[in-house]
């Protein structure tokens, strides 16, 4: 943490208040600059009307300015939701027009689908956030290079200005991404290579041109200057910012400034890829409630760790205390924030992050909610064993989440599954911010759930219904070497029979449909089927434990593309059973 001993540093973030709390005092007169420019007069105490946003209050005594939050008592959710929807892969989700993974367009016409045909409510999406801007391409969502921009690979192409114009150049281009579709594993580097030399060839002829993009590089301002100076570098010199030239290093060091100046177009062509995914994610929100997922950190050695280096602790990664899952524990190779830093930054990092997350959706997943309140550290060359909780500043943090989430209208999902500190679920069910409850783990009847909840049969890293009916989930991991839990499998099994009162020889199509059932008598406001399970899937998206060429996670298509999923029976059967739940 850069602090000696154990002293701990002075606290120097913003003043923040919450509505409906006492108003802070203000020692003598100040002014307070509005987000909008207007000036107010204070003195010895806030007005109570305060607009809700990001204002700063000055001392006139000279004593410097601060950031000043005013943040809702709670975040966003509105009255009588009481919903389903589909929890989506969208790399998963494949089309006739599919260049070899799924897309937003992809999105928009399931999004579409399912509200007009389906009536739901919703679509949860794994995290859309950038990888690295260089082959091999990350295939876990949740090691991102930053979580502020998201992933090219899930641009339609031909929906682009200047596509149709650029006439066989990229249909040529086209024709073999979506041969690549024809696989049932995806080759993102395949992808990678065949989208950016059309998205280079469209924007060499100008389809970069727009006043739309001005008002987005205004809105997006430093930040997105910094991941297109990073991706420009990564281009450059490679992974690894660490062992680039020192001048490289540091986004503030004048070497960077030469470099982006020196490399402008390119800095531009990141810039507009980042815009055109902005516009058809946008086009794809307008089709349905969109919730996105926010993981819980990001790669070391990606565009916000180069950008945000000194707030971040060094050596250290975050993980998970050993448990009866991993008796070793986790280490999940995310640099944290150090507490005070991030305090003394006013928040900065975490505002563009949710904010970036909440963009075009009508909700938002935390990945490990609890990261608000602690983080376990784990030093570098050492085990999760040799780990130690950090605490966070969680009132300030989840004041800025309620704010975010007040003004772009969206829910808030906490995953907050695992190890959970005491009064952490009462603080976020005080905060309106949904539990996430799983058939899997839940000893008790979906109709015990509390509402305030998001109830799901499984996730994307649990066995799928099939994959644990038929034994095929177990089987799985003892083929790539990791030890199966087959007391516990079979005991998940005996729960499953319980609920459903089927028999242990049902078909997985009548286990799925039961279960499902079971989950609508959930009181919960929202409630997810997996499209793994809509289509019969055996494997589960991620198998823990596992990577590289043990197993491709991240990386299977559904078994369907999307024009059959729209005609199957059995995606249609759970749109049915989750859009007439038991009130």
């Not at 802070?24 to 809700?52: N, S």
């Not at 005013?70 to 494949?94: D, F, I, K, N």
């Not at 906490?414 to 839940?442: H, K």
């Given at each position: 943490?850069?602090?000696?001993?154990?002293?701990?540093?002075?606290?120097a973030?913003?003043?923040?208040?919450?509505?409906?709390?006492?108003?802070?005092?203000?020692?003598?007169?100040?002014?307070?600059?509005?987000?909008?420019?207007?000036?107010?007069?204070?003195?010895?105490?806030?007005?109570?009307?305060?607009?809700?946003?990001?204002?700063?209050?000055?001392?006139?005594?000279?004593?410097?300015?601060?950031?000043?939050?005013?943040?809702?008592?709670?975040?966003?959710?509105?009255?009588e939701?009481?919903?389903?929807?589909?929890?989506?892969?969208?790399?998963a989700?494949?089309?006739?027009?599919?260049?070899?993974?799924?897309?937003?367009?992809?999105?928009?016409?399931?999004a579409?689908?399912?509200?007009?045909?389906?009536?739901?409510?919703?679509?949860?999406?794994?995290?859309?956030?950038?990888?690295?801007?260089?082959?091999?391409?990350?295939?876990?969502?949740?090691?991102p290079?930053?979580?502020?921009?998201?992933?090219?690979?899930?641009?339609?192409?031909?929906?682009?200005?200047?596509?149709?114009?650029?006439?066989?150049?990229?249909?040529?281009?086209?024709?073999?991404?979506?041969?690549?579709?024809?696989?049932?594993?995806?080759?993102?580097?395949a992808?990678?290579?065949?989208?950016?030399t059309?998205?280079?060839?469209?924007?060499?002829?100008?389809a970069?041109?727009?006043?739309?993009?001005?008002?987005?590089?205004?809105?997006?301002g430093?930040?997105?200057?910094e991941?297109a100076?990073?991706?420009?570098?990564?281009?450059h010199?490679?992974?690894?910012?660490?062992r680039?030239?020192?001048?490289?290093?540091h986004?503030?060091?004048?070497?960077?400034?030469?470099f982006?100046?020196?490399?402008?177009?390119?800095?531009?062509?990141?810039?507009?890829?980042?815009?055109?995914?902005?516009?058809?994610?946008?086009?794809?929100?307008?089709?349905?409630?969109?919730?996105?997922?926010l993981?819980?950190?990001?790669?070391?050695?990606?565009?916000?760790?180069?950008?945000?280096?000194?707030v971040?602790?060094?050596?250290?990664?975050?993980?998970?205390?050993?448990?009866?899952?991993?008796?070793?524990?986790?280490d999940?190779?995310?640099?944290?924030?150090?507490?005070?830093?991030?305090?003394?930054?006013?928040?900065?990092?975490?505002i563009?992050?949710?904010?970036?997350?909440?963009?075009?959706?009508?909700?938002m997943?935390?990945d490990?909610v609890m990261?608000?309140?602690?983080?376990?550290?784990?030093p570098?060359?050492?085990?999760?064993?040799?780990?130690?909780?950090?605490?966070?500043?969680?009132?300030?943090?989840?004041?800025?989440?309620?704010?975010?989430?007040?003004?772009?209208?969206?829910?808030?999902?906490?995953?907050?599954?695992?190890?959970?500190?005491?009064?952490?679920?009462?603080?976020?069910?005080?905060?309106?911010?949904?539990?996430?409850?799983?058939?899997?783990?839940?000893?008790?009847?979906?109709?015990?759930?509390?509402?305030?909840?998001?109830?799901?049969?499984?996730?994307?890293?649990?066995?799928?219904?099939?994959?644990?009916?038929?034994?095929?989930?177990?089987?799985?991991?003892?083929?790539v070497?990791?030890?199966?839990?087959?007391?516990?499998?079979?005991?998940?099994?005996?729960?499953?029979?319980e609920?459903?009162?089927?028999?242990?020889?049902?078909?997985?199509?009548?286990?799925?449909?039961?279960?499902?059932?079971?989950?609508?008598?959930?009181?919960?406001?929202?409630?997810?089927?997996?499209?793994?399970?809509?289509?019969?899937?055996?494997?589960?998206?991620?198998?823990?434990?596992?990577?590289?060429?043990r197993?491709?996670?991240?990386?299977?298509?559904?078994?369907?593309?999307?024009?059959?999923?729209?005609?199957?029976?059995?995606?249609?059967?759970?749109?049915?059973?989750?859009?007439?739940?038991?009130?």
């Amino acid at each position: 943490m850069g602090v000696p001993g154990e002293v701990a540093p002075p606290a120097a973030g913003p003043l923040i208040h919450r509505r409906g709390q006492p108003l802070p005092v203000i020692h003598g007169a100040a002014e307070v600059t509005l987000e909008d420019g207007a000036v107010l007069r204070v003195d010895g105490g806030l007005p109570p009307d305060l607009p809700l946003g990001y204002h700063e209050l000055r001392l006139l005594d000279g004593g410097g300015a601060e950031r000043l939050v005013v943040a809702p008592p709670r975040c966003h959710l509105p009255e009588e939701l009481r919903t389903g929807g589909w929890a989506a892969q969208l790399y998963a989700l494949r089309s006739r027009d599919s260049w070899g993974i799924g897309d937003l367009g992809d999105l928009r016409r399931l999004a579409f689908w399912s509200a007009s045909e389906l009536g739901a409510g919703a679509v949860l999406l794994n995290p859309l956030h950038a990888p690295l801007p260089l082959v091999p391409q990350e295939p876990s969502p949740y090691f991102p290079s930053s979580r502020r921009y998201r992933n090219p690979l899930y641009l339609r192409v031909e929906e682009v200005p200047g596509a149709w114009q650029a006439g066989l150049d990229v249909e040529r281009l086209a024709l073999r991404g979506r041969a690549l579709a024809s696989e049932r594993q995806i080759d993102r580097d395949a992808v990678f290579r065949l989208k950016m030399t059309a998205l280079e060839a469209l924007w060499t002829r100008g389809a970069g041109e727009a006043s739309d993009l001005t008002r987005y590089r205004d809105r997006e301002g430093r930040g997105l200057e910094e991941f297109a100076t990073f991706c420009a570098l990564a281009e450059h010199h490679g992974s690894g910012w660490r062992r680039w030239p020192a001048e490289h290093r540091h986004p503030a060091s004048p070497g960077v400034a030469r470099f982006a100046a020196e490399h402008a177009r390119r800095l531009a062509f990141h810039t507009w890829l980042q815009w055109q995914l902005d516009e058809q994610l946008a086009r794809a929100g307008r089709a349905l409630r969109l919730i996105t997922d926010l993981a819980i950190g990001f790669d070391g050695e990606g565009a916000d760790a180069w950008a945000w280096q000194d707030v971040l602790a060094q050596d250290v990664t975050v993980g998970a205390p050993p448990d009866d899952f991993a008796i070793e524990g986790q280490d999940w190779g995310l640099p944290p924030f150090v507490p005070h830093r991030l305090q003394a930054a006013s928040y900065g990092p975490f505002i563009e992050t949710v904010r970036a997350g909440l963009r075009h959706a009508g909700g938002m997943r935390v990945d490990h909610v609890m990261g608000l309140f602690r983080l376990f550290w784990v030093p570098a060359g050492a085990t999760a064993k040799d780990g130690a909780y950090v605490r966070y500043p969680a009132d300030d943090l989840l004041a800025i989440l309620a704010l975010e989430s007040e003004r772009a209208g969206a829910i808030v999902i906490g995953e907050d599954l695992g190890t959970v500190a005491p009064g952490v679920r009462e603080r976020l069910l005080a905060e309106r911010i949904l539990s996430t409850r799983v058939l899997w783990f839940e000893p008790g009847p979906p109709a015990t759930y509390p509402p305030l909840s998001l109830a799901a049969v499984t996730t994307h890293d649990l066995p799928t219904v099939r994959g644990l009916w038929t034994g095929s989930d177990l089987r799985e991991q003892q083929a790539v070497g990791l030890p199966p839990n087959v007391s516990g499998t079979e005991a998940l099994r005996s729960h499953v029979r319980e609920l459903t009162g089927l028999p242990g020889d049902a078909p997985p199509e009548a286990v799925t449909l039961a279960l499902h059932r079971q989950l609508a008598t959930a009181p919960s406001v929202l409630i997810a089927a997996t499209l793994e399970d809509a289509l019969g899937v055996a494997e589960r998206p991620n198998l823990p434990g596992t990577s590289g060429d043990r197993r491709a996670n991240w990386s299977l298509f559904l078994p369907e593309a999307l024009e059959a999923i729209e005609a199957h029976p059995l995606p249609r059967a759970l749109a049915a059973i989750l859009g007439h739940r038991a009130s």
